[in-house]
C-alpha cells in the first residue's frame, strides 16, 4: 500500500516540477503569432487544394497575412469565404468572378466515340496517351481513366460508370482547376455555371472524320452559326465560338445543332411574359422581337406566341417594364420556327435566315 | 583488347525458337517498293522540316523534299521517284498525328544526281555535321537523333572514343546484324571517315557474342587500322543502350542528363555508319533502312525498305500475319510500339516490325510482391517499384528526385516482375508529364523575363 502512495507522490512532484517548468518556458520564450493568421486557417475551407496558387491553406492564410495574397484569393470558398477574410484583415472583399464550373469540353460516350482498340495498360489517362494516343478514335476525346478524379479533392468528378467518360458534379465542384490541369486531353475547362449553350467538342478536325468517329461530335456544319440572330458565333478550326458579350441564350444554335454537340440549357429556357395589366400596346416589343414570336395590334395587349426563344431582347426595351422572362414551363414545341406561328403571316425561310 | 566493364541490372530474354534465330542467317532482301507511301516530316528528335513540295510536283529519289529547321533537324528526302499526291498529317506509330508527304510511285526509280564527296579525307568536323544534316543523317539505332548535332563538338569538349555500336541486344530483331555481314568494310569506312574528321583517337567496336559471324566480319575489315578494336560483349539486354555500351567498353559513365559526348565518347550505330558511308561516297540520302519482319508471320526477314512504306505492305510482302498474331509492335518486343493499324509509314528509326502471340502481352497486373527483382534488373539503378507506386499516385516531383528522367525505357524491369506490374509504362507516363511541366516552367519564366524586360524598357522610355 504504502509502494503505491509513494509512487503516486514521486509521479505527482515530477508532474509539478514539470508543469511549473513548462509554464515558465511558455512565458519566457513565447513566439509573437498574428491571431489573424489563425483566424483566417479557421475560415478557409481546409481542403489544401492548391487551386489559389498557395501549397495549401496554411500557405494561403500566412500570405494573406502578410498582405501577399488578396482577401478573394481562395477560388473554392467563393464571396462568403471572402467576406469573412476581408473582415478579418480589414479590407474589401473584392469582386467575385462568375461562379464557375469545371465542364467536361465532350461527350463522346462509349456508345457514340468509337474505341481503336481494347487497352489493358494502366488505369491513368496519361499513360493510355502514351500508346497511340489514347484507344478512344477521335484524339479529341475524354479517354475516361479517372486522372482527374484522382486530382479533384472534392469528389466532385466522376468516371460514369456506363458511359465512360468523366461526369462532374456542379453541386460539389469548387472551380480550383486541378482537374483542368491534370487533363491530357484537355477536355475540362472551367466554364462560368450559368452558361445557356456550349460547345462540347473539341475536334478541330475536318467534318467527315469527326463524324466517322463519334456521333456527337462537332462536324462544322456552321448551322449554328448561320442560324444565330445576334451574330455571337464565328467558326475558327471548325468549331463554332461563341461571343459571350452577344450570346443571348436564346439556344437556337443547341436547336438547330444536328449531331448535339452544341449544348443547350433546354431545361432551364426562358419565355418571354407580358404582363396584361400593364401593357400599353405600343408595339415596341413586336419590332424588337427578332423571331416574330409576339403578336397583337397597336394600342391593344401583346401576347407571346410559341415561337419565343428567352433571347430577353424585348425586357430592357419596354417602357413599362411588363415583360418578365420566367423559365418555361414546357419545352417548345421544335416546329415553332420563326414566323409560322399564328397570326403572323409566313415569311419565305430564305428571309428567315439571315446570311 | 579493351577491359570490359559489366554494367549493372540487364536481363536475357529467352527467345526461344521465336527469337533472333528466325532472321539472322537470312540476308537482306531488298523490298518491291509501294505503290505510294507517305514520308513524315519529322523523322528526328528535334524540330519538324519545313516542306519544299506541293502537291502536284515530280520527285526524283533521293530528292530533298523536307528542308531542317533549326539546329536539331535533318533533312527528309523523296525514297521513290514519282509524284506528290498531297502534303497532309497522317498516324504515325504513337498514334499521332504528323504532317507527311504522300508520294505516288510512278516504279521507274528514277535518282537525282548523286555527288559524292571528293577528297573524304579532307572533311572537317563542321563539312561533315553539314553533310549529315543535308543527307538526312539521324540515329538509326532507333533514338534518331540528327547526327549533325553529334558531330558539330563543343570547342571545349574533347572526345577521344569514337564508339560503333553493333550490339543489337533487341530479341528478334536482326537488321544491324546482317548489315554487319553485309556491308562491313563500308561500315569501318564510314566510321574512319568520321574518326578523321572530328580526330578521335580510336574506335570501338561493340558487338553482342550471339553473332560471332559479325564479329568475325567486323575484325577482318577492320584489321589493317590499329586504333579500331573489335569486343565480343556477353549477350545481355540492354548492352546496346547507349549508356550501358559507353560504361562496357570504356568504365566511364554518362552524368545524369548528359550525353555521352560529355564523358568524351561519340556512339553511333552501324546502320548510322553504314549510311554516313553511302552519304560521303556515294552521295546518297538516308531513302531506306533494313528492317527485320519477325515474330508471328508467314514469312520473316530482314528487308531493306524504303523509308515511308507502308507497314501493310512489309506484312503483305511476308506473307501476312499467323493466326495466332495478336499484338504488333513497331519495334522490337522490349521497347516497340504496340500500334493498331497498318498503314503507319517506316521512318528512319524503325529497325523491325514484329507480331507476337496473345500469351506474350495483355497480363493483368496483380499487387506488387516486394521482390525487389525490378530493381535488382535495372540498369540505370532506379527503383522501379517505387516509381510506379508514386506515379499511381500522382507523385511526380518525388518521382523526378528518386531520378526517374534517367530511366532509359528498356523494359527490363516490367519484363521481369513476376507481378506483371506495368513498371516502365508508369515510368514513361512520369517522364512524359516532368517534361510537360519542365516545358511549361521554361515557357512561364520566359514570358515573365519578356514581360519585365518589356517594363524596364517602358521605365527607360519615360525617363
Known amino acids: ?355 | 583488347m579493351s577491359l570490359f566493364h559489366v554494367f549493372p541490372g540487364g536481363i536475357h530474354p529467352r527467345e526461344g525458337i521465336n527469337g533472333k534465330a528466325v532472321t539472322c542467317a537470312l540476308p537482306i532482301e531488298e523490298l518491291p517498293q509501294p505503290s505510294r507511301v507517305a514520308i513524315p516530316l519529322l523523322q528526328h528528335i528535334g524540330t519538324p522540316c519545313k516542306s519544299l513540295v506541293v502537291k502536284g510536283d515530280k520527285v526524283k529519289v533521293g530528292m530533298m523534299i523536307g528542308e531542317p529547321v533549326g539546329f536539331v533537324s535533318a533533312a527528309v528526302h523523296s525514297s521513290v521517284s514519282g509524284t506528290v499526291v498531297d502534303v497532309q498529317p497522317c498516324i504515325l506509330a504513337n498514334g499521332l498525328q504528323q504532317p507527311c508527304v504522300i508520294i505516288d510511285n510512278d516504279f521507274k526509280d528514277t535518282w537525282v544526281e548523286l555527288t559524292p564527296v571528293a577528297e573524304p579525307d579532307k572533311l572537317d568536323g563542321k563539312a561533315i555535321s553539314q553533310l549529315a544534316r543535308n543527307a538526312g543523317l539521324v540515329g538509326l539505332g532507333g533514338a534518331t537523333f540528327p547526327h549533325a548535332v553529334k558531330y558539330s563538338l563543343p570547342p571545349d569538349k574533347k572526345v577521344d572514343t569514337l564508339i560503333l555500336n553493333g550490339a543489337e541486344c533487341e530479341p528478334y530483331l536482326s537488321a544491324d546484324h546482317r548489315l554487319m555481314l553485309a556491308y562491313a568494310r563500308e561500315i569501318v569506312t564510314g566510321a574512319q571517315t568520321l574518326q578523321h574528321a572530328l580526330k578521335i583517337e580510336r574506335v570501338l567496336v561493340g558487338i553482342e557474342d550471339n553473332k560471332p559471324d559479325a564479329i568475325e566480319a567486323m575484325t577482318k575489315a577492320c584489321e589493317n587500322d590499329p586504333t579500331f578494336t573489335v569486343t565480343a560483349m556477353p549477350t545481355h539486354y540492354p548492352q546496346g543502350g547507349e549508356k550501358q555500351l559507353v560504361y562496357s567498353l570504356t568504365g566511364r559513365t554518362v552524368k545524369s542528363g548528359g550525353l555521352p559526348l560529355d564523358s568524351g565518347v561519340i556512339v553511333i550505330n552501324v546502320g548510322s555508319s553504314h549510311a554516313l558511308y553511302r552519304a560521303v561516297y556515294e552521295g546518297r540520302p538516308v531513302v531506306d533502312r533494313v528492317v527485320t519482319v519477325s515474330g508471328c508471320v508467314k514469312k520473316p526477314a530482314n528487308y531493306l525498305v524504303r523509308i515511308g512504306t507502308p507497314v501493310e505492305w512489309l506484312l503483305e510482302t511476308s506473307g501476312g500475319l499467323l493466326p495466332q498474331a495478336r499484338t504488333l509492335l513497331y519495334g522490337g518486343p522490349m521497347m516497340g510500339m504496340a500500334i493498331n493499324r497498318e498503314d503507319i509509314p517506316i521512318t528512319k528509326g524503325c529497325s523491325g516490325i514484329t507480331a507476337l502471340e496473345k500469351s506474350s502481352a495483355l497480363e493483368n497486373e496483380s499487387n506488387c510482391i516486394r521482390c525487389g527483382r525490378c530493381s535488382s534488373v535495372c540498369p540505370m539503378c532506379l527503383v522501379p517499384s517505387v516509381l510506379d507506386k508514386l506515379m499511381r499516385k500522382g507523385m511526380y516531383d518525388e518521382a523526378e528526385r528518386q531520378g526517374v528522367m534517367n530511366c532509359i525505357e528498356c523494359g527490363a524491369c516490367t519484363w521481369s516482375c513476376p507481378a506483371k506490374r506495368q513498371l516502365t509504362q508508369s515510368c514513361r507516363t512520369s517522364k512524359k508529364v516532368i517534361t510537360e511541366r519542365r516545358r511549361a516552367e521554361a515557357a512561364r519564366q520566359k514570358a515573365e523575363e519578356a514581360r519585365r524586360a518589356a517594363a524596364v524598357a517602358v521605365q527607360e522610355e519615360a525617363k
Not at chain 1, 456550349?198 to 466517322?212: N, P, Q, T
Open chain 1, 1 to 355: 500500500m504504502t509502494g503505491i502512495l509513494i509512487g503516486t507522490g514521486v509521479l505527482a512532484a515530477i508532474a509539478l516540477v514539470f508543469s511549473l517548468l513548462l509554464t515558465a518556458v511558455n512565458k519566457v520564450f513565447a513566439v509573437p503569432s498574428d491571431t489573424r493568421r489563425d483566424q483566417i486557417r479557421e475560415v478557409l475551407p481546409g481542403a489544401n487544394c492548391g487551386g489559389c496558387g498557395f501549397a495549401g491553406c496554411d500557405a494561403l492564410a500566412d500570405a494573406i497575412t502578410a498582405g501577399k495574397a488578396i482577401a478573394n484569393a481562395c477560388p473554392v470558398g467563393g464571396l462568403a469565404v471572402a467576406q469573412k477574410v476581408a473582415a478579418i484583415i480589414g479590407t474589401d472583399a473584392g469582386e467575385q468572378e462568375v461562379h464557375k464550373v469545371a465542364t467536361v469540353v465532350c461527350q463522346g460516350t462509349i456508345d457514340r466515340c468509337k474505341t481503336k482498340f481494347t487497352y489493358h495498360g494502366i488505369e491513368d489517362c496519361i499513360a493510355a496517351t502514351l500508346i497511340n494516343d489514347g484507344n478512344r478514335a477521335c484524339q479529341y476525346a475524354c479517354l475516361g481513366l479517372g486522372t482527374c478524379v484522382r486530382a479533384c479533392k472534392f469528389d466532385a468528378i466522376h468516371i460514369d460508370e456506363y458511359s465512360k467518360i468523366a461526369r462532374v458534379d456542379t453541386d460539389k465542384c469548387t472551380a480550383c482547376g486541378a482537374c483542368v490541369a491534370v487533363c491530357p486531353k484537355n477536355v475540362l475547362d472551367l466554364q462560368p455555371i450559368t452558361l445557356p449553350v456550349r460547345v462540347l467538342c473539341r475536334a478541330e478536325e475536318e467534318g467527315y472524320l469527326v463524324s466517322d468517329n463519334c456521333k456527337i461530335g462537332c462536324i462544322g456544319c456552321e448551322l449554328c452559326k448561320n442560324v444565330c440572330k445576334f451574330n455571337a458565333i464565328a467558326m475558327a478550326n471548325h468549331l463554332p465560338v461563341i461571343d459571350r458579350g452577344l450570346c443571348t441564350g436564346c439556344m437556337m444554335c443547341a436547336e438547330v445543332c444536328p449531331t448535339g454537340a452544341m449544348w443547350g440549357d433546354l431545361d432551364n429556357r426562358r419565355i418571354a411574359l407580358i404582363d396584361r395589366d400593364l401593357c400599353i400596346g405600343c408595339g415596341i416589343c413586336k419590332k424588337v422581337c427578332q423571331f416574330e414570336a409576339i403578336s397583337g395590334e397597336r394600342k391593344s395587349i401583346h401576347e407571346v406566341n410559341e415561337a419565343c426563344t428567352g433571347c430577353g431582347q424585348c425586357v430592357p426595351k419596354c417602357p413599362v417594364k411588363a415583360i418578365t422572362l420566367p423559365i418555361r414551363q414546357h419545352v417548345r414545341d421544335a416546329n415553332a420556327k420563326v414566323g409560322t406561328s399564328e397570326g403572323v403571316a409566313a415569311i419565305p425561310k430564305d428571309e428567315a435566315q439571315p446570311n
